[in-house]
């Protein structure tokens, strides 16, 4: 199956183009990053995916199937979703803010404490951490908690918005590590958005890098650094320089 | 057997004469308070229960609250009846008045006996100084500044006309009537308009501008009702008819002013002295002054409550309406902030053609008062929930109902409870107006310690009112303690 599939989309606000004739298909149970400058487009690409934003033109295929915007819900349920900053729900307590959508979709309560035990193990936050507030975390473990959120449902494809962006290099690195952890212990279709170079080439099976709306080269880490490309030669040079 | 019957029939008569409630209005003054107190006196020792309603202001407010059978009679004055009830241009004798008022479903007894008329009254030193006797020696002393009631200003056989006869040319400046005499002894106005039983002529050593063009239509204080009152109630009251002189009257007026006494307290020896109490068994009740106030500030307490609560369960989910369908937010806030801006005396008064005098229309008033703080915050806090988390919580699909129930609702409650309290405390001080429509409360005190000129009377409502609203911001602090997390407390402030 191919999990999610554009087909000639496009996206205007008002009269300013965002998108321009995206084609791509995402592989299943990979990791795919999508790279660019601020206002490349990347960032609504991803929620197109998650219909956040509808396109104004093309086709896109989710799970195979055209999104159904009125039970959008249903879908975004299958969709887990990280985002940069303090995301977090400020007034319930990390435990709550894991276990928010499982609780809502009737999950028993052993269930929902066995699974909220692994994700947080598996990025490496301590128990005692549950019954804090998202301000008593740091960065770092407040990342680490948004993802556990985003991984609660056990979700199909796994968006991440920038979700490292605000990280210092260590932590940032540690999370890359953990998230490769769980991707080997439960692989998902994983979708990145980044403006990081490294955190691209560190994680991603397949990288697409967007400029202007326009894809311009789509590869693996060997294929992007040895492009041919003006614009992704010109890139990667920037931050590897 | 006859026997029998007749017991029975006794029996079923006196206790539908007990059981009958008269409600007695009063008009918005010393004498009307006495007055009226001796109408409810006479009443009650015939057997009947009686509603006092004393605080209900002025002349239209009283005609009103009689004609939508708020009250069943109250003590008014035949000129007031003609000229600003009847609207008559012409002066008509009493007989007249009586005749005319048959054309009505509306009555009115026999006079007590005296005539209050207006009258101008000015400080005695004042007058020997510029010579003043009578109305038209005025008209050579521009520079006298008139202080005149604001009911007075505005009636028929008020001043427009008044200046009009005596081509006065004065321009007055309006003032409660209360406060008219501090402000002549203060030389703050030199003229001012009284009625001629008022206790405080002597007191203040004024004298009385001769009516030289006869002006003034005579005062002649009487019962006021509707005609299909019953007979029996009407009988009742009748006897003081030709009882009070006008010197009796003024030394009753003066009474209650000066000599520290209850308008209850002068009604009741009155008719004792007078030997118009069929039973006196009723002994005069002294009340300490926390038994007095506390009751009135429950009532307060139950009006404002209320009227929140209905606030509340109002504005809130219209605020999260206009929140959800946000192009109405638009108007609903104008309307909600156009109720804001009427004055709430305006707003209370404009509440007795459509709803009566008492709780219900004060009640509904507060209620449009509270609502726009409570509303404007509910939108407010709503719409400017962080917008990443509403797009977080809409990307990991919660849907509407459950982002509002479980994020947006959550992070709004701090705002919503303020505007809460905005409500409560603005309510609590517009509630003591609401006693000038006979709704009760702690403004009772006010309104009475107003028309009385009685400081006491005054603060002993405005001292619990304010405590009212300290106690209740004090309420709503711990309030938020309990429902709002302390770092959401600490981001708010």
């Not at chain 1, 699974?115 to 301000?135: A, T």
């Not at chain 1, 170079?197 to 060997?222: C, M, P, S």
């Not at chain 2, 006196?41 to 605080?55: A, D, H, I, P």
Request: proline fraction near 3%; glycine fraction near 6%; charge should be neutral.
């Amino acid at each position: 199956m191919i999990p999610v599939i554009f087909k000639s989309v496009s996206k205007y606000y008002n009269e300013k183009k965002i998108l321009d004739d995206i084609s791509l298909e995402i592989a299943e149970n990979k990791i795919t990053a999508i790279i660019g400058r601020s206002g490349s487009g990347k960032s609504t690409m991803l929620k197109i995916i998650n219909g956040l934003v509808i396109p104004s033109g093309g086709d896109i295929k989710v799970f195979e199937k055209k999104i159904d915007y009125k039970n959008i819900s249903e879908l975004r349920l299958q969709i887990g979703y990280s985002v940069q900053g303090t995301a977090l729900f400020p007034h319930m307590n990390i435990y709550d803010n894991i276990t928010l959508l499982a609780k809502l979709n009737k999950w028993s309560d052993e269930k929902i404490k066995e699974r909220c035990g692994i994700l947080m193990s598996l990025v490496s936050l301590l128990e005692d951490f549950k019954i804090k507030y998202p301000f008593q975390l740091s960065g770092g473990e407040q990342q680490r908690a948004g993802i556990c959120r985003a991984m609660m449902l056990n979700p199909k494809i796994f968006l991440l918005d920038e979700a490292f962006g605000a990280l210092d290099p260590t932590t940032k690195a540690e999370i890359h590590k953990e998230l490769l952890k769980i991707q080997s212990t439960e692989p998902r279709t994983i979708v990145m958005v980044t403006h990081d170079l490294h955190e691209a080439f560190r994680l991603a099976d397949k990288i697409i890098v967007v400029e202007k709306g326009i894809i311009q080269q789509t590869g693996t880490k060997d294929e992007i650094k040895n492009s041919t490309n003006e614009f992704v030669k010109y890139f990667v040079k920037a931050q590897f320089e | 057997m006859m026997k029998k019957i007749l017991l029975i029939l006794i029996y079923f008569t006196t206790t539908v004469s007990i059981g009958q409630t008269v409600k007695v209005g009063a008009k918005h003054f010393n004498e009307g308070y006495i007055l009226s107190e001796m109408l409810s006196l006479l009443l009650e020792s015939n057997g009947y229960q009686v509603e006092r309603k004393f605080n209900l202001g002025g002349t239209l407010v009283c005609y009103e609250a009689l004609i939508n059978n708020e009250i069943d009679v109250y003590p008014e004055y035949s000129g007031t009846i003609s000229e600003a009830i009847l609207k008559l241009k012409d002066k008509i004798t009493f007989d007249e008045l009586k005749k005319k008022l048959r054309e009505t479903d509306l009555e009115i007894s026999n006079e007590y006996g005296f005539n209050n008329t207006y009258a101008f009254a000015v400080k005695k030193e004042v007058a020997n100084r510029l010579n003043l006797r009578s109305i038209s020696d005025l008209k050579s002393h521009p520079e006298i500044k008139l202080g005149l009631s604001y009911e007075f200003l505005n009636r028929e056989d008020g001043w427009k006309n008044l200046a009009k006869v005596y081509g006065l040319p004065q321009t007055p400046v309006g003032l409660e009537h209360g406060l008219a005499y501090k402000a002549l002894e203060d030389d703050q106005i030199g003229l001012t308009d009284v009625y001629s039983t008022d206790g405080e002529i002597p007191k203040y050593d004024l004298v009385i501008l001769e009516d030289d063009r006869n002006f003034f239509p005579k005062y002649f204080a009487v019962s006021f009702y509707k005609s299909n009152l019953d007979g029996k109630i009407k009988n009742i009251t009748a006897v003081i008819s030709g009882k009070i002189s006008e010197s009796e009257m003024q030394k009753m007026n003066e009474e209650v002013l000066y000599e520290n006494k209850t308008f209850s307290e002068v009604a009741r020896n009155f008719l004792i002295r007078e030997n118009l109490l069929v039973n006196n068994t009723g002994e005069l009740k002294s009340e300490s002054m926390l038994s007095q106030i506390l009751p009135k500030a429950v009532q307060h307490l139950k009006i404002t409550l209320i009227a929140l609560v209905l606030s509340i369960i109002t504005a809130v989910p219209l605020g999260i309406f206009i929140y959800i369908y946000s192009s109405f937010s638009k108007p609903v806030l104008y309307i909600a902030g156009l109720l804001q801006t009427i004055p709430s005396i305006a707003l209370l008064a404009f509440m007795i053609p459509l709803f009566g005098i008492g709780i219900f229309p004060a009640i509904v008033a507060l209620f449009l008062y509270g609502l726009l703080p409570i509303l404007r915050n509910t939108t407010i806090a709503l719409f400017s929930v962080d917008p990443l988390l509403k797009e977080v919580a809409r990307g990991i699909g919660l849907t509407q109902y459950q982002r509002l129930r479980y994020i947006e609702m959550p992070l709004a409650i701090p705002t919503i409870l303020a505007g809460i309290r905005t409500s409560a405390v603005i309510n609590i001080g517009t509630a003591t107006l609401a006693a000038f429509i006979g709704a009760g409360g702690l403004g009772e005190f006010i309104v009475t310690g107003l028309a009385l000129n009685n400081t006491k009377l005054i603060l002993m409502g405005a001292v619990p009112a304010a405590l009212l609203a300290v106690l209740t911001e004090i309420f709503f602090e711990v309030l938020e303690r309990f429902i709002v997390p302390k770092h959401l407390l600490k981001r708010l402030s």
